[in-house]
């Protein structure tokens, strides 16, 4: 009886790539589970990223817009903190420069209106989200969801 001839799977991982060196020829019924657990793997860094990008820029994003369009109804006290959190979750993301403009712009806020709307919009202009193309609907789809 022949053995089955096996080629094994190179693979360099980091934080953002995965390199692969050569492909699975394997007759063992755990070698696709290897190649599934890849796709997972790559799958949840995808997902994991997104969960980031929400939880921090679009996040801020909306609280900032909310923070704008309602700056009547809040006291000073009130945009000072709002703007300092939206400039926490910028930095979080790893936007420096509209996280440093926002915190001027929530210091600002205490002691000048118009110094905080001026450094207020040049933050804004300065966030990527607010450049990003609104999404178009998509179909609705019937998928099934364990």
């Known amino acids: ?3 089955p001839k096996v ?3 190179v ?18 019924h755990h070698c696709g589970e290897r190649k599934m657990e890849l796709s997972r793997r790559r799958m949840r860094e995808n997902v994991l990223g997104r969960f ?14 909310l923070v704008r369009t309602n700056r009547m109804a809040f006291n000073v006290k009130d945009a000072h903190d709002c703007c300092a959190y939206v400039a926490s979750l ?13 915190s001027k712009a929530a210091e600002a806020v205490l002691t000048s209106e118009e110094k905080y709307l001026e450094t207020c919009g040049h933050s804004c202009l300065k966030c990527g989200e607010s450049r990003r193309p609104v999404p178009t609907k998509r179909p609705k789809r019937n998928s099934y969801v364990a």
């Open 7 to 9: 080629r094994l799977l």
């Open 90 to 102: 910028c930095r979080e993301a790893g936007c420096k420069e509209p996280s440093d403009l926002c």
């Open 52 to 65: 980031k990008f929400i939880k921090t820029c679009v996040l801020a994003r909306e609280l900032c817009l």
């Open 11 to 28: 693979v360099m991982l980091d934080s953002q790539n995965i390199k692969g060196g050569s492909t699975v020829s394997c007759n063992h």
């Open 1 to 3: 009886m022949k053995k």
